[in-house]
């Protein structure tokens, strides 16, 4: 049993907090909407809760008694009424019970949502897999379409047959296969050349070869060459005649008329004249010695050397030429050659001429490399006839090596995009298995938890039984099916038919109601709803009768009364019911509490009486074992009494104090008849006073066909919040003075002066 509660730093209560310390086996508690009850109720709810589900808000709240392993919190507020009756989604009118039943519909219609959301997934998945195998089976068509399309490049090499490959798969496998070992680039122009050559010329082996020995012999002989054409040679200049010659510059012009001096009987070619004397012919003679005469004749004889070796040289060339001339290579050398070798001949015939000028030859040195590859060539033609076979199968293998080449990148990208297809058709796999099995589970938990679900029906036989006894011939509850093993019930009224009744929504007082009834069958534990491990029951019962019409709420006093029943006239403070440990009711209904705490009936007598008054916005709370409260109007007496007596008066409070005094005054006239001429009471009172306004506020509460000033006015708010309490006060003290002096005096214990 709660020993003891403690309510600190929530709603209206503040930091300092409220003990209640007199908590009996039943516990009253009688105060005004918004002075704190349902905050008790709250924090005691709270307390049954999981750790993860409880609220915050009560963590400087304690309690001293409960001990949740060994106690059930049975708790009737709105938030059962929600919890518990289940109205349907679909069908206006149709409802199911208990709290535990919801949960599971709750639990079940999840799984059951969460099924189709699975389900959508997978064949999201599904549809992406395939669109992946189609994707990746459209790309492999395409590779091997592009691959095969590399045929085209060779198809003028129309006497050569690319074997194994007469489909697109078997081409494509070729070219893998050959992806796979070291690759050389090779050009479309080599594999050109190579075909023409094996295939499409006449190849035959090449006897002649460019001769290297004649080649070496010209160099050498160039070599000779350069050096005498490069120097100056001139005659004897010791001879006198010799600087006559050098001045004159005559060298050539003397040795050219020398050479007809034999023809001319020693006159001179030019002059004519006998003037050659034996003495000027010994002169030149010295002058053209035999050096001079050697050197000129080496130059003869390296002209000739020259001539008959270069002629032998292009002799060589042309035999070539005529049986082997790719790209008209030989013709060029040959042209380029005969070119070179004339005119190295004319330079070296001008340098016998003109001795004493230095003269220049182009050397075949700079063509050496063009000679190479015309050797190199002629030795490869000689090869490839040697090795025909073998080079057509080889240009074949190139020709494999030049697609592959050229496949490679496509290949490679269509490697690494399957590698991506693997992963996400394997990821793909995984999800699909894994929401298959969540699938499975969902539908293995959805019936497991058609298992756990609580039959209502004895409950629902016994609410019957209670609306037939109590004289409701209205309605009774009906079981209409069954969903999820869950039965769905409505209000079946007399002379009607499933059609007509079943769609009609219930009423928030019948909503009440059925739900109090089906909570009084979980307090009184016969209908075995709910098995609870043998723990004892603390009810909390909050303002059980709102919406009820005055028959209900006799039948839910009575029903309480049955809880409360004590257990013998000798153990008067033990319930009759061995299940139930404590009750807490709290109301703001006067009647309810009056009738639900009569103690004329044999109910328990451990009980307490808790008043719960807020002011000043916090809530106050006081306690006894006889009830303090009388009825509603003496009660609004004493609450303004109370607030004028013993709190200093501030305007946060106007509010509480017009709302009570207006009610008295309504209640007042009402009983002494004053009715509908209520506005008599301010017959005399002068419209111009700063007061009339507030006292036309009071009066007007009271005629519900009043033009003047109401409470619900904004004009009225900010009127009233904006006056000093006094003022308020002495307006209802003015009011009384005229409409009913002496009730005023007895009431608030005070006099009224003429």
Not at 40 to 49: M, Q
Not at 722 to 740: C, R, S, W
């Amino acid at each position: 049993m709660i020993n003891s509660l403690t309510l600190k730093n929530i709603t209206s209560y503040d930091n300092h907090g409220v003990v209640i310390n007199e908590l009996k086996r039943i516990n009253f508690f009688f105060g005004f909407n918004g002075s704190g009850k349902s905050t008790i109720a709250k924090y005691l709810n709270d307390l049954s809760l999981d750790d993860n589900l409880r609220n915050s808000d009560f963590q400087q709240c304690s309690q001293v008694g409960y001990i949740k392993n060994n106690q059930q919190m049975l708790v009737f507020n709105e938030v059962f009424t929600e919890n518990n009756f289940h109205r349907s989604d679909v069908l206006r009118g149709v409802f199911s019970l208990n709290e535990t039943n919801e949960a599971i519909d709750r639990l079940i219609k999840d799984k059951e949502i969460s099924n189709v959301s699975l389900q959508n997934y997978l064949d999201k998945k599904k549809a992406l897999k395939l669109d992946l195998a189609k994707n990746k089976s459209d790309k492999q068509n395409s590779l091997l379409q592009y691959c095969w399309s590399k045929r085209s490049t060779f198809s003028s090499f129309s006497k050569i047959t690319l074997s194994n490959s007469g489909s697109k798969p078997n081409h494509f496998q070729q070219i893998r296969n050959i992806l796979n070992q070291d690759l050389t680039n090779i050009s479309i122009e080599e594999l050109k050349n190579d075909y023409d050559a094996l295939f499409e010329e006449e190849i035959f082996e090449i006897t002649s070869k460019i001769d290297v020995k004649l080649y070496r012999q010209i160099r050498q002989l160039e070599n000779n060459l350069y050096k005498i054409l490069y120097e100056v040679i001139i005659g004897n200049e010791d001879v006198d005649i010799a600087q006559l010659i050098k001045d004159i510059g005559a060298k050539n012009w003397v040795e050219t008329g020398i050479k007809f001096l034999d023809k001319t009987n020693n006159v001179c070619p030019f002059c004519q004249e006998s003037t050659i004397t034996v003495n000027l012919l010994e002169q030149f003679n010295q002058y053209f010695d035999e050096t001079y005469k050697g050197k000129i004749e080496l130059l003869k004889n390296f002209k000739s050397e020259y001539e008959m070796l270069t002629s032998s040289f292009l002799s060589n060339i042309l035999e070539i030429q005529n049986i082997h001339n790719p790209n008209n290579s030989l013709s060029a050398m040959f042209i380029l050659l005969q070119n070179i070798f004339n005119q190295n001949i004319k330079i070296i015939a001008e340098k016998i001429e003109v001795s004493n000028e230095r003269k220049s030859i182009t050397t075949i040195s700079s063509l050496k490399g063009d000679l190479s590859l015309i050797i190199k060539s002629i030795n490869k033609n000689n090869k490839n006839f040697n090795d025909l076979d073998l080079n057509r199968k080889k240009l074949i293998s190139n020709i494999w090596l030049y697609m592959a080449n050229d496949c490679r990148i496509a290949i490679e990208k269509n490697d690494a995009r399957n590698t991506k297809y693997i992963k996400l058709e394997s990821l793909a796999n995984e999800i699909i298995e894994h929401k298959l099995l969540e699938i499975y589970n969902n539908k293995v938990d959805i019936e497991n938890l058609r298992g756990q679900t609580v039959n209502t029906k004895d409950a629902v036989d016994s609410i019957n039984v209670i609306l037939q006894n109590a004289g409701f011939q209205g309605f009774e509850i009906a079981e209409k099916e069954s969903v999820n093993n869950i039965s769905q019930y409505f209000l079946k009224r007399p002379n009607s038919n499933l059609n007509s009744s079943i769609f009609k929504s219930l009423s928030e007082g019948e909503k009440n109601f059925i739900s109090f009834l089906y909570f009084y069958q979980l307090c009184i534990g016969t209908d075995n709803l709910q098995y609870n491990g043998g723990k004892k029951k603390i009810i909390v019962i909050d303002d059980p009768v709102s919406s009820l019409d005055n028959q209900a709420l006799f039948v839910v006093s009575s029903l309480i009364h049955n809880i409360m029943l004590r257990k013998s006239n000798t153990e008067k403070k033990d319930f009759l019911n061995d299940h139930i440990e404590q009750i807490f009711i709290l109301t703001h209904n006067l009647y309810f509490y009056k009738e639900v705490s009569f103690n004329k009936r044999p109910l328990c007598t451990d009980y307490f009486h808790f008043t719960i008054t807020k002011i000043n916005n916090i809530t106050q709370l006081k306690g006894s074992y006889n009830k303090s409260i009388n009825d509603d109007y003496s009660l609004l007496w004493k609450t303004i009494k109370e607030i004028k007596t013993t709190l200093p008066l501030n305007a946060s409070l106007n509010i509480v104090i017009a709302n009570s005094m207006r009610r008295i005054i309504e209640s007042y006239v009402n009983f002494i008849g004053y009715g509908n001429d209520s506005w008599a009471a301010l017959t005399d009172l002068n419209q111009g006073e700063s007061t009339y306004f507030i006292k036309s506020a009071f009066i007007s509460i009271i005629n519900d066909e009043s033009h003047k000033t109401t409470a619900l006015d904004g004009i009225y708010y900010q009127k009233i919040i904006n006056e000093q309490p006094d003022i308020l006060y002495n307006v209802f003290k003015d009011i009384f003075k005229t409409i009913g002096k002496d009730h005023y005096e007895m009431m608030m214990d005070e006099i009224i002066e003429q």
